[in-house]
């Protein structure tokens, strides 16, 4: 079975500075994606990012970008210029490919608090 | 982009009663959806899987006759919690696949409060 593992249960950063979520999973599949969700107080789902683990490039949106470690299984998410609306609860998640699947498998989160 | 719309928002009920919660999605053909349940602070656990027009299969105990879950159209997708106990309290989410597009969108989830 996929585990998605989130260290961090909770992480602060000031805001317009530089904040790195840490991530790791266990697969033994070769097919699979991995996502970076927040969730603010709203509690809506929200895609930051997307990694399909065929691509060595590291995925980039804007301010957010990953650092992907496909040998050691890690993928963190870097806040650059971090803002305050990017307060929120932030989970790493995992897909097996194909398409006949596409349910997520979820770390635990990490809640991430913006000072002015 | 698409959308998936997910109702009620919010529910209180009392113990003993059942709850319907509903997820439609509103422009896009959902051949799939999933439905996950979170506590406070807590991640989402899948619950079950939900292709239209057959049985949901359902994650390793998670209770099939307590939550029900019908996907009788390419847009809607029903879990409904019966015989409600306080337990059951969560917030329920909702997402959907489909449109031929590897991408899953969330409902706005579903507080349960059971009295």
């Keep these: 079975a996929q585990t998605v593992t989130q260290s961090q249960p909770e992480m602060s950063v000031q805001e317009a500075e530089t904040v790195t979520l840490s991530c790791t999973y266990d697969t033994s599949e070769s097919d699979y994606y991995l996502f970076w969700y927040k969730q603010p107080p709203s509690r809506q789902m929200i895609l930051v990012i997307r990694q399909e683990a065929y691509k060595q490039q590291n995925a980039t949106e804007n301010r957010f970008s990953v650092n992907f470690q496909k040998a050691a299984k890690s993928f963190s998410l870097k806040i650059s210029d971090s803002q305050l609306g990017d307060a929120a609860m932030y989970f790493c998640a995992y897909r097996r490919g194909g398409t006949s699947y596409g349910k997520l498998t979820f770390g635990q989160g990490t809640i991430l608090t913006v000072h002015p | ?115």
């Design chain 2, 1 to 115: 982009g698409a959308v998936v719309s997910q109702h009620p928002s919010w529910v209180i009920c009392k113990s003993g009663t059942s709850v319907k919660i509903e997820c439609r999605s509103l422009d896009f053909q959902a051949t799939t959806m999933f439905w996950y349940r979170q506590f406070p602070k807590q991640s989402l656990m899948l619950m079950a899987t939900s292709n239209e027009g057959s049985k949901a299969t359902y994650e390793q105990g998670v209770e099939k006759d307590k939550f029900l879950i019908n996907h009788a159209s390419l847009t809607l997708s029903t879990l409904t919690v019966t015989s409600a106990h306080p337990e059951d309290s969560s917030f329920y989410i909702c997402s959907a696949r489909g449109g031929g597009d590897e991408k899953l969108f969330f409902g706005s989830g579903t507080q349960l409060s059971v009295l």
